[in-house]
């Protein structure tokens, strides 16, 4: 419904900001790295999120797109709702919290205050392919093969395949394939187990 509101800041503090916007006052919840961004600026533009439920209709805002974006990413992990996306983007920057996705940092994630165990292997599982679009420059595709080869080798683990069998074939395929996915290694994989 918003993409972004800009007006001048008029109350702000580590967990929202309220701008004034030609005579009405947004209530916008941000993170500490937004907090952060805005500093000492009286006049400001935030990407915003309306949130709708039943008994609220709450305005999330962020400095940049970036972390706007990362933030709708985590909303869509069953378990991790508004207040907790939010939770995470102020304890990690979103380079932080994109790398530790990225690179299967459940312990990275699980020092965010209340987020467990399940809870981060749910993010990293399910956003696993999908943050590496939020970072322009492509730094998260340098890990390539290394996190193919870790995704592919746990989904094949649980599926019941013996370990070290699971490596070999993974990399055998690594070197014989152009720029592979997930789906295709373990697709191969199953065809030679």
Do not use: W
Not at 31 to 56: C, M, P, Y
Not at 80 to 96: F, H, Q, Y
Not at 150 to 179: R, T
Request: glycine share 8%; hydrophobic share 40%.
């Amino acid at each position: 419904m918003y993409s972004f509101i800009s007006g001048t800041v008029v109350e702000k503090n580590p967990t929202y900001v309220v701008l004034d916007n030609q005579g009405i006052g947004y209530f916008i919840n941000i993170s500490l790295n937004t907090f952060t961004a805005i500093g000492e600026q009286q006049h400001v533009k935030l990407f915003v999120h309306l949130a709708i439920r039943e008994d609220a209709h709450t305005l999330y805002g962020f400095y940049t797109e970036s972390e706007r974006e990362l933030f709708l990413q985590l909303i869509t992990v069953s378990g991790v709702g508004c207040n907790t996306a939010r939770l995470i983007l102020s304890s990690m920057t979103v380079k932080e919290a994109v790398d530790a996705i990225a690179t299967n940092n459940i312990r990275m994630i699980q020092g965010v205050k209340g987020i467990g165990a399940k809870t981060a292997q749910r993010i990293v599982v399910d956003l696993h392919d999908k943050v590496g679009k939020l970072e322009a420059g492509g730094e998260i595709s340098s890990l390539g093969n290394n996190t193919l080869k870790d995704e592919a080798l746990s989904a094949l683990m649980v599926l019941g395949f013996n370990k070290a069998s699971i490596e070999k074939v993974l990399d055998k395929l690594l070197k014989q394939m152009e720029n592979p996915t997930v789906e295709d290694l373990i697709k191969e994989s199953l065809r030679l187990l």
